[in-house]
C-alpha cells in the first residue's frame, strides 16, 4: 500500500511581497528624513534669527548707554560733549598712540567726565571700584561701523584700538537732532541722536530672498537683494547731558 506525505511549505514572503514591503520602508524612511532636514532647516534659522536679534539688542544697547552719558560733566570744567575730527589718545609717554575720530553720520565721537573729577581721562579708570576697569569706564568715548562690524574706540587693552560690539551689522546712521528736534550740524545743540541700524543673520538662505528697502531716520534708503534675514531698529536716544 502507498501511502503519501504531505509536503511542508515553509512560512515566508514572496517576492512581490518583499518589493511591496521595500517599497513602502522607502517611502517611510523618505518621509522620515524629508521632516528631519525640514525641521532642522527651520531650527538653524530660527537659531541664527535669534542670535542676530541678541547681536542687534547687545549694539544697540551699548550705544544707547553710551550716548545718554555724553557730555557728562559734573564740575563744568571738563568740556565734555560731542567732538568732531579730533585725536583720541592713551595718553602714553614719550609718543601716545592717537586716534583721529568724527561725529558723522556713519560714526559718533563723544566724552563724558564719568568720575566726576573735572577732566577727561585719557584711560580708563575703576569708576564703581569693582576692581575690574571695562570699557563702560572710558571717558574718551567713539563707534564706528568697520565693514560688518560695530567697532568702539577703546584703551582698555594699554593700546590704543577698536573693539567690536557687535557682528553682522550692515549699515548705521546718526543722525543729530536740536532741542525742537531739528536736524543740526551744530555738535553743541545736540540734544538728541536717532540711531538707524541694519543687522542680517550670520548665514543665507537659499530659498529665502530678501529684496525690501529699508527708510532710515533721515530718510536715506537701504536697499537690499540677497538671501539674509534682516532687522531694523530706528532708536532717538536722549542725551540728558546736553544743552544743560
Given at each position: 500500500?502507498?501511502?503519501?506525505?504531505?509536503?511542508?511549505?515553509?512560512?515566508?514572503f514572496?517576492?512581490?511581497?518583499?518589493?511591496?514591503?521595500?517599497?513602502?520602508?522607502?517611502?517611510?524612511?523618505?518621509?522620515?528624513?524629508?521632516?528631519?532636514?525640514?525641521?532642522?532647516?527651520?531650527?538653524?534659522?530660527?537659531?541664527?534669527?535669534?542670535?542676530?536679534?541678541?547681536?542687534l539688542?547687545?549694539?544697540?544697547?551699548?550705544?544707547?548707554?553710551?550716548?545718554?552719558?555724553?557730555?557728562?560733566?559734573?564740575?563744568?570744567?571738563?568740556?565734555?560733549?560731542?567732538?568732531?575730527?579730533?585725536?583720541f589718545?592713551?595718553?602714553?609717554?614719550?609718543?601716545?598712540?592717537?586716534?583721529?575720530?568724527?561725529?558723522?553720520?556713519?560714526?559718533?565721537?563723544?566724552?563724558?567726565?564719568?568720575?566726576?573729577?573735572?577732566?577727561?581721562?585719557?584711560?580708563?579708570?575703576?569708576?564703581?571700584?569693582?576692581?575690574?576697569?571695562?570699557?563702560?569706564?572710558m571717558?574718551?568715548?567713539?563707534?564706528?561701523?568697520?565693514?560688518?562690524?560695530?567697532?568702539?574706540?577703546?584703551?582698555?587693552?594699554?593700546?590704543?584700538?577698536?573693539?567690536?560690539?557687535?557682528?553682522?551689522?550692515?549699515?548705521?546712521?546718526?543722525?543729530?537732532?536740536?532741542?525742537?528736534?531739528?536736524?543740526?550740524?551744530?555738535?553743541?545743540?545736540?540734544?538728541?541722536?536717532?540711531?538707524?541700524?541694519?543687522?542680517?543673520?550670520?548665514?543665507?538662505?537659499?530659498?529665502?530672498?530678501?529684496?525690501?528697502?529699508?527708510?532710515?531716520?533721515?530718510?536715506?534708503?537701504?536697499t537690499?537683494?540677497?538671501?539674509?534675514?534682516?532687522?531694523?531698529?530706528?532708536?532717538?536716544?536722549?542725551?540728558?547731558?546736553?544743552?544743560?
Amino acid at each position: 500500500m502507498k501511502t503519501f506525505q504531505k509536503n511542508h511549505v515553509a512560512p515566508g514572503f514572496t517576492l512581490i511581497e518583499l518589493l511591496i514591503v521595500m517599497a513602502i520602508s522607502t517611502i517611510i524612511v523618505a518621509a522620515v528624513y524629508s521632516a528631519y532636514v525640514t525641521q532642522n532647516k527651520i531650527y538653524n534659522n530660527q537659531e541664527a534669527v535669534a542670535e542676530m536679534q541678541q547681536n542687534l539688542r547687545a549694539g544697540l544697547g551699548a550705544l544707547t548707554r553710551d550716548i545718554r552719558m555724553s557730555g557728562y560733566d559734573l564740575l563744568a570744567t571738563a568740556d565734555s560733549g560731542f567732538v568732531d575730527s579730533v585725536s583720541f589718545s592713551d595718553g602714553a609717554s614719550p609718543t601716545p598712540q592717537t586716534e583721529t575720530v568724527f561725529s558723522s553720520s556713519t560714526q559718533i565721537a563723544f566724552t563724558a567726565d564719568l568720575d566726576g573729577d573735572g577732566t577727561i581721562d585719557l584711560l580708563p579708570e575703576d569708576i564703581d571700584g569693582n576692581t575690574i576697569i571695562d570699557m563702560t569706564e572710558m571717558e574718551q568715548i567713539a563707534y564706528r561701523l568697520n565693514g560688518t562690524n560695530l567697532e568702539r574706540y577703546s584703551t582698555t587693552t594699554g593700546t590704543t584700538e577698536w573693539q567690536i560690539i557687535a557682528e553682522d551689522i550692515d549699515n548705521l546712521e546718526f543722525q543729530y537732532l536740536d532741542q525742537a528736534g531739528n536736524p543740526t550740524a551744530d555738535l553743541d545743540a545736540v540734544y538728541t541722536i536717532t540711531v538707524s541700524i541694519l543687522a542680517r543673520s550670520g548665514r543665507s538662505e537659499p530659498d529665502f530672498n530678501n529684496n525690501q528697502t529699508y527708510s532710515t531716520a533721515s530718510g536715506a534708503n537701504w536697499t537690499v537683494n540677497d538671501n539674509f534675514r534682516r532687522r531694523f531698529l530706528i532708536r532717538t536716544i536722549h542725551c540728558r547731558n546736553m544743552g544743560l
